[in-house]
Structure formats: structure tokens, C-alpha cells
Nanobody
Framework: QVQLVESGGGSVQAGGSLRLSCLATGFTYADVGCMAWFRQAPGKDREGVASIDSYGSTSYSDSVKGRFTISQDSAKNTLYLQMNSLKPEDTATYYC????????????????????????RGRGTVVTISS
């Protein structure tokens, strides 16, 4: 069964750090061309946060650039999001998603708005940042 399962969410104070994980089962990250993290804050649209393609190229939204780092461990079939210098506005449910290689070896243009079009999507993990 194909699944993406996020973990690592929690509650921390502003300025703290969290590392989110996304374990893939039923497929391997070697079979995907684009992997990404999205988030949705209460009352807001889901937005792309960070992506990494099959070449290892990364992309970040302006709101997290310099604070978040996306990476993957092929041996563990896990995607990560290291989040540092967290702010209250980072509070959201975080989702991981992936596109198969037949969609291309890179993330599509405008990937940050394409969550529902991606081939595999997780159910999310909640991150709460207090001031």
C-alpha cells in the first residue's frame, strides 16, 4: 500500500526547532521526481514550503528561506524538514507530497500551489509555535 506518513510535529516556543519526517511505504523515493512539504494554517490556503527534486535541487518559499532545510535519506526512504528559528506564524499542519518520475525529474513550475495534483500525499502533522 502506498503511503506517506508524517511525524515530528509538536508544540515549541518561538525560536525553537523541530524536525519533521515523512516515511514512504509502498514505493521508494528513487521512484519520484519531486518531493515537497506543504503547510496549511487555520483559515489559510495550503502553501508549498520546500521542495527537492531527483537531482537534489531545493526550493523554498520566501517565508521559510534561511530557516528551513529539506533533505532526504534514500536508505531510510524518508524525507525531512528541519525547521529552525520557528515563529508563531509557522503554526500549521504540515504535509508531505511526492510526484512519480513519470511526471518529470524536477518539480513542476508552480509546485507550491499543486498539492492536490501530486501523486502521493500524506495526512499531515501539526506544528504549534507559541510566542
Amino acid at each position: 500500500q502506498v503511503q506517506l506518513v508524517e511525524s515530528g510535529g509538536g508544540s515549541v516556543q518561538a525560536g525553537g526547532s523541530l524536525r519533521l519526517s515523512c516515511l514512504a511505504t509502498g514505493f521508494t523515493y528513487a521512484d519520484v521526481g519531486c518531493m515537497a512539504w506543504f503547510r496549511q494554517a487555520p483559515g489559510k490556503d495550503r502553501e508549498g514550503v520546500a521542495s527537492i527534486d531527483s537531482y537534489g535541487s531545493t526550493s523554498y518559499s520566501d517565508s521559510v528561506k534561511g530557516r528551513f532545510t529539506i533533505s532526504q535519506d534514500s536508505a531510510k526512504n524518508t524525507l525531512y524538514l528541519q525547521m529552525n528559528s520557528l515563529k508563531p506564524e509557522d503554526t500549521a499542519t504540515y504535509y508531505c507530497a511526492a510526484d512519480r518520475l513519470d511526471a518529470g525529474r524536477t518539480c513542476r513550475r508552480g509546485w507550491g500551489s499543486y498539492y492536490y495534483g501530486m501523486d502521493y500525499r500524506g495526512r499531515g502533522t501539526v506544528v504549534t509555535i507559541s510566542s
